[in-house]
């Protein structure tokens, strides 16, 4: 498949001389779709039902965002294998991504982006325990009917014996067996004593109006949930690991009531202790689920027994007296600080992109991580900044950190005029183009969502063709939004990602902006500048960005500055000098 002859174009030879090369009025950036996002196959991500293998996740899928809600899957990109490298956290939770992967960061209480790399160098300075990732807020499950009550089967993983013909419960703590007779209530059940009358703890027996002789209703659901295990074998069942956040919480208290204490060597906080390193373990996820700070934190030799202390202010008693042991902190110091980045080999990376406006989501671990710089930069030339970003799918929220905020100010459609997106950036283009303004660059971000917007404006019922005939006209027509951006008084960035046409799958491709059918208008022809922005890794794990403008196998670019055929790690401020040199020459 030939290059289309639009991309080609060189306008520099029609110029009679070199004083007559302006500068850019409408540059258009792509590339593929969600790069430095990459997770190693079979990393799970959250989703509203569970953990899912990032490989097995399809665009449309949801996944659990940063505020523990879902957010919708816009993205997938295969890598291929590449270098990847094992992050740790403080709290001994652990991800393997690729050198590029991004990082939303707190470091000395301001926010920035950062790739894996950069971490990692920064680990070897005088920031490394600044860099801290942001915890999840406690997260939204679908849930699903519980057979025993959340509060009880913690009760009963503490301190219940369930293996066996009879289901018993020790407890001599009487306001928190009245909170498990609450418990159980729900259900019907209730709590009957049988303390022998020498034995100092108390027992208790949980019966049912419809329980038989040597029957019990219990006994049912424990086996359901395959929990007529031996102490050492205790785990906590998935569904209550993918409950509500109401019955996680309700679950987690009955666990600290039972086998809950506070810890004074660990400057009064709560603990769990397990004789059960599964039930251990379990632990100290619904705590990260719940956005609990906590870590595993010791484990003894001698009676191999588990602890999991609590790090953060969270109130994780109920019913029993050690509620007022615990330290009340007025200011939490537990951040999940990123610890080391570890070189982990090779291996296939899968990257994904979420509909929200800090582009986050919930990995292995309930880590918090992220999902174009170059557009961005336009803000450090003088002369580009103000600076003005239609920022149409919250794509820029992790990287504006990097940029004086001063000189960009940023308009989310999505969120200022939601069901009204395509009318709404309408009008405010043409009061751009019409009216006096501060902005000197104005950036779209990304344009594909322009086109879904048209193409859903322009759809009529039972005509195929209006919507791509309503984009022609009100995008690449002559009249159309491209054309009258080309005209503007200020300039334009267009932020597009690919689609690629032609090229079978062992074979070279490339990408092209064919908005209509063959024969149409391509949107190509518009700008001044056409440059194709990739991301690569070496075998060190060191990261590249590169600007191409000369058309390839691989892509379609288009110059008219003099700009070199490829740019590394370039800025806007490096394109602006180069024109700057050419106009010298």
Known sequence: MAVASEFELDFSKHLSKTEDLSDPELIMLYGPYGQGKGLIYGTSVETPTGPLAVEKLAIGDEVIGSDGKPVQVYGIWDRGVLPVFEVILSDGSSVTVDGEHLWTVSVKGRTQTLETNEIATRLSTKDARSLSVPIVQPVQYVGSDLPIPPYALGALLSDGYL?????????????????????????????????????????????????????????????????????????????????????????????????????????????????????????????????????QTSKSAADETWA?????????????????????????????????????????????????????????????????????????????????VIDNEGSTSGVLQNFDRSRIDVIRPKDKWPG???????????????????YKTVMID????????????????????????????????????????????????LIVHEKKEGGEDD?????????????????????????????????????????????????????????????VNPSMQAIYDHISQTKEN
């Open 163 to 295: 293996h066996g013909a009879a289901i018993q419960w020790t407890k001599n703590d009487q306001a928190v067996a009245d909170e498990m007779n609450n418990s159980l209530a729900t259900k019907g059940w209730f709590l009957r004593e049988n303390t022998r009358e020498s034995g100092t703890a108390r027992q208790w027996k949980i019966n049912h109006p419809d329980d038989k002789s040597n029957q019990s209703v219990i006994r049912p659901a424990v086996q359901t949930l395959n929990l007529d295990v031996s102490s050492r074998e205790k785990f906590i069942p998935q569904a209550y690991r993918l409950a509500s956040v109401a019955d996680r919480w309700e679950l987690l208290y009955g666990l600290f009531d039972g086998d809950g204490s506070v810890r004074t060597d660990r400057n009064n906080r709560p603990s769990y202790t397990s004789t059960s390193k599964q039930l251990s373990d379990d632990v100290l996820q619904l705590l990260w689920s719940l956005g609990v700070s906590a870590q």
């Open 308 to 388: 999991v202390t609590v790090l953060s202010d969270h109130q994780v008693f109920k019913a029993c007296d050690h509620a007022d042991k615990v330290r009340v902190i007025t200011r939490s110091h537990h951040r999940r600080r990123i610890v080391s980045v570890t070189p982990a080999g090779e291996a296939p990376v899968r990257c994904i992109a979420v509909k929200s406006a800090d582009q986050l989501y919930v990995t292995k671990d309930y880590i918090v991580t992220h999902n174009t710089h170059l557009g961005l930069s336009a803000s450090e030339v003088e002369g580009l900044y103000p600076m003005l």
């Open 420 to 438: 009204k997106e395509w009318q709404a950036v309408n009008v405010l283009l043409d009061d751009l183009l019409s009216k006096t303004h501060k």
């Open 446 to 493: 990304p344009l594909n969502t322009m086109l879904e917007w048209a193409k859903e404006a322009g759809n009529k019922p039972g005509d195929g063709f209006a919507k791509w005939n309503f984009v022609h006209e009100n995008l690449t027509a002559h009249k159309g939004l491209i054309p009258r951006l080309k005209d503007a008084k200020f300039l334009v960035i």
């Open 507 to 567: 074979g070279p491709s490339f990408a092209e902006f064919r908005w209509q059918g063959q024969g149409t208008a391509l949107l190509g022809q518009y700008p001044d500048m056409i440059g194709y922005v990739t991301r690569d890794t070496n075998a060190a794990g060191v990261s590249t960005s590169t600007l191409s403008t000369a058309p390839n196998k691989r892509s379609n670019a288009k110059n008219r500055f003099g700009l070199p055929a490829k740019m």
